[in-house]
């Protein structure tokens, strides 16, 4: 199984860390973790999010179009669900996944990071 690139599993822990979204734990990161689901960066927190990465990685941003996702805005079921019994465990990250489609994850930042593109 492929692991996230050091120097991007370091880029989402210091920018949630840094504004406060949501306390990452390291290990936990994959490329299955969901940047809008797992981390809860979404709505204009996500643009200004792939702007810092893009600018982190030196990566080319201009064809990237949020058409191929869908543009994630977040669920108030999920944040219920969180809020009431957390995120820890299995059978609530699968009712979360199921209320909400996670839409981007960090192996579409993997991607970006491998051929300086985003797309």
Not at 25 to 50: C, K, Q, V, Y
Request: aromatic fraction near 16%; proline fraction near 5%; hydrophobic fraction near 40%.
């Amino acid at each position: 199984m492929e692991e996230i690139l050091p120097p991007l599993k370091e880029f989402i822990v210091d920018y949630c860390n840094r504004y406060k979204i949501h306390k990452v734990d390291p290990r936990s990161l994959n490329l299955d973790t969901s940047i809008d689901l797992d981390l809860d960066i979404f709505d204009i927190e996500i643009d200004l999010f792939l702007a810092d990465f893009a600018e982190q990685f030196n990566i080319d941003p201009s064809k990237f179009s949020w058409y191929k996702y869908g543009y994630p805005k977040g669920s108030t079921r999920v944040k219920v669900i969180k809020l009431m019994f957390g995120y820890n465990t299995t059978w609530v990250k699968q009712l979360a996944q199921y209320c909400y489609t996670p839409k981007f994850k960090v192996r579409n930042l993997q991607d970006a990071v491998k051929t300086g593109k985003l797309v």
